[in-house]
């Protein structure tokens, strides 16, 4: 029972998802549901983003992502390379393990580890370039980000082909993400009253656990690049997890998924009104990048990819739009916002300057990004 409470408050006070089927329930009006309505449904997307996190939960599960941390921890001396560290854990992981992940994971880690070496100074500037390495660093891959999965499969594209249309950016972002880095506070001091209580957990998995989830997450991969159909990978991760360790399939997001799905009736049902879609198809066809970045910003880059993607047709500039859209606002990305509360339940009364700080370093990430994108002309 509470398990179920706590579902349906998260479903009534997720904004995003009750804006997705209002959208979806209006447009009903306007086209009535019929046996059209499936084909509006990208299953082999939807299938592939829950194996994917489904997995991710089995290692979160089994504290693979905070042992990694910690061992890397033990090994820094400066608040500079206890701040890299933190940095670039998100930026990497996040393009195998998706942007909320990392951030969920290693933002914790950040504010309990910057907290036990007295270095609280630190804490702002790392979480905002968590935020931004875990929003750019998940770009690169298809399963970076929902958005990412989403276009990769609907458009068919090589793998080849989208990393090297996203390694540019994600070079640059690497390049900007160290010289922010050289900005933290008192850099160079030593980390002292270092304690041991920075982990969040001290029970790791067992190797046949872990060896399991490692299979599965090859099996997923397999299945993101079109080797094993996704039906397959989808029964593979169900009847393994259940036999496992059932209540990991319980702590997929599926208000994700069910938010996908209510953006999908939406723009199906928006792409069989010829009027709007003529309209939608004449602003959005060109202008794809900037279509995504500006949407994004009222949205979020999810939700923007899935109702422009119907009336994109470079689906490339797209793909470059709502990831680099991920910046700005504080909802441009929702990950974002997972920072910004993990952020907040400990530190209430920062909350307006790290608004202030997010929303300064995020402008600057997304000119110096848009800037790339006109240079480039790519």
């Not at 089995?58 to 042992?67: D, H, I, Q, S």
């Not at 994004?296 to 470059?320: C, E, G, K, W």
Request: net charge positive; hydrophobic share 55%; charged share 15%.
């Amino acid at each position: 029972m509470n398990i179920i409470k706590h579902t349906l408050r998260k479903i009534l006070t997720d904004p995003v998802l009750i804006i997705a089927w209002i959208l979806a329930i209006i447009s009903a009006f306007f086209i009535h549901p019929d046996k059209e309505y499936i084909g509006y449904i990208d299953f082999r997307s939807l299938g592939i983003l829950w194996g994917l996190m489904i997995v991710i939960q089995g290692f979160r599960e089994n504290c693979v992502f905070e042992k990694i941390c910690e061992i890397l921890l033990n090994k820094v001396k400066t608040g500079w390379q206890l701040g890299l560290v933190l940095i670039f854990l998100c930026f990497f992981t996040s393009m195998f393990i998706t942007n909320d992940v990392a951030l969920i994971t290693f933002v914790p880690f950040a504010l309990m580890t910057l907290n036990s070496c007295n270095r609280e100074d630190m804490i702002i500037p790392v979480v905002v370039l968590q935020t931004v390495a875990a929003n750019l660093g998940s770009m690169l891959t298809p399963i970076g980000n929902p958005q990412n999965l989403y276009l990769y499969s609907l458009t068919g594209m090589e793998l080849t082909d989208f990393v090297s249309t996203m390694l540019p950016y994600s070079l640059f972002t690497l390049v900007l993400l160290l010289i922010c880095s050289l900005t933290l506070p008192d850099k160079n001091r030593s980390l002292t009253s270092k304690k041991d209580n920075h982990q969040i957990r001290r029970s790791f998995g067992t190797p046949v656990q872990i060896a399991v989830y490692c299979i599965l997450f090859a099996i997923a991969i397999l299945t993101v690049v079109r080797i094993v159909p996704f039906s397959i990978m989808m029964i593979a991760i169900l009847v393994v997890v259940a036999i496992m360790d059932r209540k990991i399939l319980l702590r997929a997001d599926y208000i994700l998924l069910l938010t996908f799905i209510g953006f999908f009736i939406f723009t199906g049902n928006m792409e069989r009104i010829p009027q709007i879609k003529d309209s939608l198809s004449h602003i959005v066809a060109g202008n794809e990048f900037f279509a995504g970045v500006v949407t994004s910003q009222f949205i979020s880059n999810v939700p923007a990819t899935l109702i422009l993607s119907d009336f994109a047709t470079d689906y490339r500039q797209l793909l470059i739009g709502v990831n680099v859209g991920g910046l700005g606002t504080l909802i441009a990305s929702m990950a974002s916002l997972i920072s910004f509360k993990l952020f907040s339940n400990d530190y209430k009364s920062q909350r307006g300057k790290y608004i202030g700080v997010f929303t300064a370093v995020n402008i600057l990430f997304l000119l110096l990004l848009i800037i790339e994108k006109v240079v480039l002309n790519h």
